[in-house]
């Protein structure tokens, strides 16, 4: 009895099984029929039509520019299409006009411009260099280069580069991608030299305990004084903690004695081969609100009535709570004799 109950439970369950797949097999037929009709096409027509999902990719996103056909991404993988977009939009081609001129507008001839065209297009990862040289009107040009970036690096003996735009970006991804014109040259600037000073280097660092009182600088010297120097300075900040978690606005009074300052940029400076004669002002107020407790700037000063002319950077770190120390560093030159040539820091080449 034991057995054919077995032999009764199993065909019971055989059937039953057969049942379900049946069943299974007539509503996957009903659910494509209703797809076909609802898209009103066979059912393979449905299946194309059911929409991709969306995969994201390290593929940069990139904005159409005129004359640019977007690369189709429907039959790549994401690698062909990295590849596809950088050839498309770094692989442009890479024309250059261009003038180089001396501190006063005259042309420099036989200048050697010696460039380098960065190629980043998928397939090739490098940097072309050449060079070209300088008309007798300071004119040249740079053709026959295809890439994403151009950098220029002008030499001549008896002068130095005198301008901080030497780096042209032709890509399509950039925003504003350069664009040269043959009617209007860019104007590259190179300092002739008329004679070296001899300057006083500025590289001095100080820690001083909090105070409210301003703090005088004596540039030459390298040291705090009670009078004279040349740059007085005064940290205006609230009582408690000062710091990202807790931002408070704070400030500093920037004078300079008997004279005046011009802000400026560390890459202009290096550049500035002799002091403004005009523009400077006398002190002013840096506020900083945003709770960082670093101060970083460069300046063109003009102190102890005309006296010393001087280019530094300064950097300050206010004190994150009221019994800290505050840091100063000031890093630059100085000419102390009343002449505005800042000519020995440039590198003369022969």
Request: aromatic share 10%; charged share 20%.
């Amino acid at each position: 009895m034991r057995i054919r109950r077995s032999i009764l439970f199993f065909g019971a369950a055989i059937f039953v099984l057969i049942a379900l797949i049946l069943w299974q097999g007539k509503k996957s037929k009903e659910a494509l029929s209703t797809t076909a009709a609802e898209t009103n096409s066979s059912p393979q027509a449905a299946a194309r039509s059911t929409p991709t999902p969306t995969v994201k990719s390290n593929v940069p996103i990139v904005t159409a520019n005129p004359g640019i056909t977007n690369p189709s991404p429907h039959t790549e993988n994401k690698a062909e299409q990295a590849i596809n977009v950088l050839s498309t939009y770094n692989d442009v081609p890479i024309d250059f006009y261009g003038k180089v001129e001396d501190q006063v507008g005259g042309p420099v001839a036989d200048a050697t411009i010696n460039f380098g065209v960065r190629i980043y297009n998928g397939s090739n990862s490098t940097v072309k260099h050449g060079q070209v040289t300088t008309d007798g009107n300071g004119f040249f040009t740079i053709k026959g280069y295809h890439g994403q970036e151009l950098g220029l690096a002008p030499h001549k003996a008896g002068y130095s580069l005198a301008t901080t735009e030497t780096l042209f970006k032709y890509s399509h991804m950039e925003e504003h991608p350069f664009v040269s014109d043959p009617n209007n040259p860019t104007v590259i600037k190179m300092w002739k030299l008329q004679g070296a000073e001899s300057l006083i280097n500025i590289n001095k660092e100080y820690k001083i305990p909090f105070t409210s009182d301003p703090v005088i600088f004596d540039l030459i010297a390298g040291k705090l004084v009670a009078s004279g120097g040349d740059i007085k300075i005064k940290v205006n900040r609230p009582s408690g903690e000062i710091s990202e978690r807790r931002p408070q606005k704070w400030s500093i009074t920037f004078e300079v004695i008997n004279g005046g300052f011009i802000p400026t940029s560390g890459s202009e400076a290096a550049v500035t081969f002799i002091a403004p004669e005009q523009g400077y002002e006398a002190s002013t107020n840096f506020d900083n609100n945003n709770g960082i407790d670093m101060f970083d700037k460069a300046f063109f000063t003009d102190s102890r009535n005309g006296q010393v002319y001087s280019k530094f950077h300064l950097w300050i770190r206010i004190n994150n709570k009221p019994d800290d120390f505050m840091y100063f560093k000031f890093s630059g030159v100085a000419s102390t004799n009343g002449s505005r040539n800042w000519e020995a820091t440039a590198p003369a080449t022969e």
